[in-house]
């Protein structure tokens, strides 16, 4: 049976949680790809509301095995607290059921402090989360980050530490903070060790292994493909790959493992932080879908910006990404509207554009071309079978089918797990 990689197709918050959740009950193992604590979903199981930021969705569910890969960026402070809140919860997490990649890099206490400091500094604020996410990728990609396997090897630590400060101090003298010193940092690294250790291995070892079992493998992505650093609304995207090539890096198995590409898409748009947005609806109409959608990030609680569907940037997400069918969510969001509108091309200057430029400032300057459809008064939340559709509804799905040229695999009708319909078997050959 295939594999499933589930990946954002447009600005992330397209309902990936609860499709994640929905898919992880027919896996063995799911296995975070990329991005860090700055992401975040809910699960809704039952009567229980789980808020997860870092672990993968699976270590919700007995039975499943979760990982976290090579290609996450790790607070291993705030993957212990999030621990704490699920065992409170009587979630059971345990070496037994998590694992985490040992190649890792870590988000340090001195990340999220440069995070700010730059982000207060600049006149053009990307919106960052201000949790270090971007600073402990730079680190890795600068080759001085330290990694969770480091930790084993406190002899060797100090140099890894003195070849990281020797680039931060600077840095942060520029900025008016104060300076890091070695042994605090160690110190704090040495106290953590003993908590976070257990939970270290190889994990592609252990996955290369899995798989030549026939275990079945979720890879869950983090933020989407319009945020990823190559093909995303740069400068105002995250700090890493989102696409589902990343599942292959990111967890340490090649590419044949990561089977069927399953793009989350939500059937209207929204944003969170700075950056271009053509279908932005700024008024009445825009509010209306962000409190029935109740469009708050899960991590940071900030507003979303919400507007159509805009079919050219959900194309062009689908082709980058190799996303072969999508989970369409929040349909129900959308009842009680009499007309909707989908953006099917771009006009910029004398222009017609069907796909979304790479420059920031023609971003910034392409205006929607808009397709209008009759709404339907009918309710279609919670239905679980296309005769549960209104009929508008339906050639409402079908029109996005057609505009993005994938199909809908899964519908999503509200927040419940169950509250979905299945077109199409993501697991099936």
Not at 80 to 93: D, F, M, N, S
Not at 132 to 143: S, V
Not at 267 to 292: C, D, I, K, M
Not at 367 to 377: D, F
């Amino acid at each position: 049976m295939a594999n499933v990689a589930v990946v954002g197709a447009q600005w992330g918050d397209e309902g990936k949680g609860k499709i994640v959740d929905w898919l992880s009950e027919r896996a063995d193992v799911v296995v975070r790809f990329q991005g860090g604590h700055n992401a975040g979903h809910t699960l809704v199981i039952g009567n229980a509301t789980y808020k997860l930021s870092l672990l993968p969705s699976g270590v919700v569910r007995p039975g499943k095995l979760a990982v976290i890969g090579n290609g996450v960026v790790v607070d291993p402070w705030a993957l212990l607290a999030e621990i704490e809140v699920l065992r409170g919860q009587g979630v059971a997490v345990s070496p037994e059921n998590l694992r985490i990649a040992e190649n890792a890099p870590l988000i340090l206490p001195l990340h999220p402090e440069l995070d700010k400091a730059r982000e207060g500094a600049s006149a053009n604020k990307i919106g960052t989360t201000g949790r270090g996410i971007g600073p402990a990728y730079e680190d890795k990609a600068g080759r001085r980050a330290i990694r969770l396997c480091d930790l084993a090897d406190p002899a060797g630590l100090d140099a890894r530490i003195a070849a990281l400060l020797a680039h931060h101090n600077p840095l942060r003298k520029g900025l008016g903070l104060p300076e890091v010193a070695a042994s605090d940092l160690k110190g704090a690294l040495m106290d953590v060790a003993p908590r976070i250790l257990p939970f270290a291995e190889a994990a592609w070892l252990r996955l290369d292994g899995l798989r030549r079992a026939g275990r079945r493998i979720l890879f869950e992505g983090a933020q989407a493909i319009m945020l990823d650093v190559d093909h995303g609304t740069y400068p105002y995207v995250t700090s890493s790959n989102a696409v589902a090539g990343m599942a292959a890096v990111g967890s340490g198995l090649g590419p044949q493992a990561v089977g069927y590409v399953l793009g989350i898409v939500k059937a209207y748009t929204t944003r969170v932080g700075q950056g271009p947005f053509p279908t932005e609806q700024a008024n009445p109409t825009g509010e209306r879908l962000g409190e029935r959608g109740h469009e708050f990030g899960t991590v940071t609680g900030r507003k979303r910006r919400c507007g159509w569907f805009d079919a050219v940037m959900v194309r062009q997400a689908i082709k980058i990404g190799g996303i072969q069918g999508i989970a369409l969510t929040k349909l129900d969001v959308l009842d009680g509207f009499d007309e909707l509108r989908i953006c099917t091309a771009y006009r910029l200057g004398g222009a017609v554009l069907h796909h979304l430029p790479a420059s920031a400032a023609a971003q910034a300057q392409v205006e929607p071309v808009y397709e209008t459809m009759k709404g339907w008064q009918e309710s279609t939340r919670g239905a679980r079978s296309w005769i549960d559709l209104p009929a508008q509804a339906i050639k409402y799905i079908r029109r996005v089918e057609e505009l993005i040229e994938a199909p809908v695999a899964l519908l999503s009708t509200s927040p419940e797990r169950d509250d979905t319909i299945m077109v199409k078997d993501p697991y099936a050959d």
